[in-house]
């Protein structure tokens, strides 16, 4: 159904000019953070996670392609821990206009495929709260609470 393919630079760049107003969008929603706060808040994490750019040694970043049309249907970003034989997948993005065909699904199966076959052992995530097909994506998958965090605005 999907095939992944290592980005490029351009689109790389497109990827962080995507990446980090969406994620202080969903910073701002999560946490009690104004909008200026959580852009730099973005930019110093993907600053942080791609100090050589996608040369940056752990990182992995990939275009989701459906497999018999070639047309790219999202993007997934996910390192590889070898000290704890762990990895961390950090975005999976399915495009609006092909989200509920089992795209997320299917990546999500074929990352957890690559990663068993080169020896890693477990895969972690973060959910933001509010993002609830998420959480019942990672949760049919067999993802499990490892820990919850709460806030209450006073």
């Not at 040694?57 to 997934?76: D, M, P, T």
């Not at 997320?104 to 890693?120: A, F, H, N, P, Y």
Request: glycine content about 8%.
């Amino acid at each position: 159904m999907i095939k992944l393919s290592k980005v490029d630079e351009v689109e790389f760049k497109r990827y962080l000019d995507f990446m980090i107003p969406d994620h202080a969008i969903e910073i701002t929603k999560n946490f009690n953070l104004t909008m200026d706060q959580a852009l730099e808040e973005s930019e110093m994490m993907i600053q942080d996670m791609f100090k050589d750019g996608l040369a940056t040694e752990g990182q992995y970043l990939y275009k989701i392609i459906q497999a018999n049309s070639k047309e790219k249907v999202g993007i997934l970003w996910y390192s590889v821990i070898p000290e704890t034989n762990s990895a961390y997948l950090y975005h999976i993005f399915i495009d609006k206009h092909h989200r509920g065909k089992g795209f997320g699904t299917c990546t999500i199966e074929k990352l957890q495929d690559k990663l068993r076959e080169s020896g890693v052992g477990s895969i972690g995530l973060s959910v933001f709260g509010k993002n609830e097909g998420a959480y019942r994506l990672y949760k049919k998958l067999g993802y499990s609470n490892t820990r919850i965090s709460m806030e209450k605005t006073l």
